[in-house]
């Protein structure tokens, strides 16, 4: 081999070694600017990729799994949705979307002739009629009343013979003249615990006294009992107590009547004291806008009620109605 070829093998290896040195030289200077970029990039959760904006990339199928788990790295739990306010029975029930009449379909009245009206004008079509004229709340529990396949039944004793979803009471104006408001109290308490007892299911009402027309009352029968809306007033504010102790709803129906002066209006009725047909329809109607289910009165069930039997309460001589 002549000596000129092998200086030109020498000078070609002597290049080939410069090239090689500024590779490694280039390769060097990239890796160190990578390296500042992910420096200066915010960091992602382990398994998420991370895209120009800083924000995670959409990878396809594998994107949900890789929000649900950036999501639970980077913000708190959800907290649980907040549970339903309880049911506040010191204050009437509130106004709602009106039912229909097969509401009433497993509804049991209890109370006096007014009930009784209401159930012959009203056009409410079911519903069981438990009433009895002349009733006090004194004698619920003992007074015979009622005469079913040729047996004689209280009314309480009546209520426990079917089962039902609602029990209306209304009682209070045959008492209206005797001065025992805590023996009044006192008995509406009872009652409500009675009712619990046999019908355990059904959402209890404690429908408040409608105002009374004093002046037809005093041409009808001179006032012989000595109704009046001021001692009706009383009662009404003992039947609310009463419905708030015991946890069941109350019907404002006193304000759905009264007029300006305190008093029935006397175009509703006939003597003060029962309804006219219309007023008893107009009656019917707050009912129909006015219901609480069960389950929002009760979420964890209803107060328990001992089985013991009520006190006898003096004959109360009113026999009103």
Known sequence: MSDN???????????????????????????????????????????????????????????????????????????????????????PAPEGEAVDNSYFADAAFVGDSRTDGFMLYSGVGCGKNLTSNGLSIFKLAEKKVLTIGGEQY?????????????????????????????????????????????????????????????????????????????????????????????????LDLYAEFVDENGALPEDVSRDGVHLYKEACQRWLEYLKTHTVDFDVLYPDGPPVVENTAPEQTPEDGSGQE
Not at 21 to 30: D, E, I, K, S, Y
């Open 154 to 250: 209280t009314l309480l004793e009546a209520l426990a013979l079917e089962e039902y979803g609602k029990v209306y009471l209304s009682l209070g104006v045959n008492e209206l003249g005797l001065k025992n408001d805590n023996g009044f109290y006192e008995s509406y308490c009872e009652a409500i615990d009675a009712i619990r007892l046999v019908q355990p299911g059904a959402v209890i009402y404690i429908q408040g006294l409608i105002p009374l027309n004093e002046g037809q009352i005093e041409e009808a029968n001179g006032n012989k009992y000595n109704l009046t809306n001021d001692h009706l007033r009383v009662y009404n504010d003992l039947m609310r107590r009463a419905a708030e102790e015991k946890q069941v709803v109350f």
């Open 5 to 91: 070829y092998t200086g030109k093998r020498s000078a070609g290896n002597i290049v080939q070694i410069v090239l090689a040195v500024l590779a490694c030289l280039a390769l060097a200077a990239a890796g160190i600017l990578f390296l500042q970029t992910r420096e200066r990039e915010p960091a992602s959760p382990k398994g998420v990729q991370v895209g120009n904006n800083g924000h995670p990339a959409d990878s396809g199928a594998g994107s949900s799994a890789d929000s649900a788990a950036l999501s639970s790295q980077s913000f708190d739990e959800v907290p649980p949705a907040p549970a339903a306010p309880l049911y506040d029975f010191s204050q």
